[in-house]
């Protein structure tokens, strides 16, 4: 696996839509965080995951928006992640043979990012660890971006009505410059956990 984290165009392309429907000056923030501006000529591109962190966090800061990663079109699936990753995915006959599917295919859209499932009593988590630690600037938009998305397949095997019991999140609580619970609806949110989850009744994985 590489120690330098890369991602595909289609993960900054989500933050990109959402931002310049604000009128952000995109643009400007490509140029500081070192990423091209004409990115989306090459939709199927690599590019440098910290320099992507960098933008959102950047942007996030000067655009006041610290929930830039909740804004629901960020975590769209269409525009949000590659085809090689979302197809075979959504694709799977179940929710549980989706979410085993998706350890194995995500370094198509991002290396070095973990996923796994988990048990936990009645429940289960859907967890993940997004490259490079949460100290470095972006963590928060970006696992709750990635939180997203797990949430919207969910949501396309279970009916767009789901609601998760429980979100963990690996970012830091001096670091959400929101109200994680309000944010979410009123579901419990845990932060500074070892990992971010999506928690679930059990039984919704037949």
């Known amino acids: 696996m590489s120690t330098f984290p890369i991602t595909k165009t289609p993960t900054?392309?989500?933050y990109v839509s959402v931002l310049?429907?604000?009128g952000a000056p995109v643009d400007a923030?490509?140029?500081?965080a070192r990423l091209p501006t004409l990115f989306e000529e090459i939709p199927d591109a690599w590019i440098a995951y910290e320099r992507l962190r960098n933008f959102t966090a950047d942007m996030a800061a000067r655009e006041g928006v610290p929930e830039l990663g909740l804004i629901p079109s960020a975590s769209?699936?269409?525009r949000g992640l590659c085809k090689a990753f979302l197809a075979?995915?959504?694709s799977a006959p179940t929710l549980f043979r989706a979410l085993q599917a998706i350890p194995s295919l995500?370094?198509?859209q991002t290396t070095n990012i973990r996923f796994w499932l988990e048990p936990a009593g009645t429940q289960v988590r859907a967890c993940l660890l997004l490259p490079l630690p949460p100290e470095v600037p972006g963590y928060v938009v970006g696992?709750?971006?990635?939180?997203?998305l797990i949430r919207n397949i969910i949501r396309e095997y279970v009916g767009q009505?789901?609601?998760p019991t429980r979100l963990l999140l690996a970012s830091r609580a001096r670091d959400l410059h929101f109200k994680p619970e309000r944010a979410y609806g009123g579901v419990p949110v845990r932060t500074d956990q070892p990992y971010g989850a999506i928690e679930f009744p059990r039984a919704l994985l037949s």
């Open 12 to 14: 900054l392309a989500s």
């Open 20 to 22: 310049r429907t604000m």
């Open 29 to 32: 923030g490509l140029r500081r």
């Open 76 to 78: 769209g699936l269409d």
């Open 88 to 90: 075979p995915v959504l």
């Open 106 to 108: 995500a370094s198509r």
């Open 143 to 148: 696992e709750t971006r990635t939180l997203g």
């Open 161 to 163: 009505d789901f609601v």
